[in-house]
């Protein structure tokens, strides 16, 4: 009987103790995976940091059509005068 009693104890004790392993693996995990995503949110704040800043340093596709327009239109008018000057020559 005392034998049964020793067994029943010991077997409790392991069952125990794989229940508490089992608890510290899963609170291990659920933190790694808590610090991953906490990571990730940061990283993916600094990136939309730098996508604005590099959004507002660059130039538009409309304001780069309509400084090209007024660079061609400088041009024709110098091409114009110089086909006046020739002209009276």
Do not use: C, P
């Not at 020793?6 to 510290?24: F, P, R, Y």
């Not at 660059?58 to 239109?73: G, L, N, P, S």
């Amino acid at each position: 009987m005392q034998a049964y009693l020793v067994q029943a104890l010991t077997h409790k004790d392991k069952t125990m103790e794989m229940s508490n392993l089992l608890d510290v693996l899963i609170l291990v995990i659920i933190a790694g995976g808590g610090w991953y995503i906490n990571h990730l949110t940061a990283r993916i704040g600094r990136l939309e940091e730098r996508i604005n800043s590099t959004r507002e340093t660059f130039i538009h596709k409309d304001e780069m059509t309509a400084m090209m327009d007024r660079i061609e239109d400088r041009f024709a008018r110098l091409e114009d005068l110089l086909h006046r000057m020739m002209e009276k020559k």
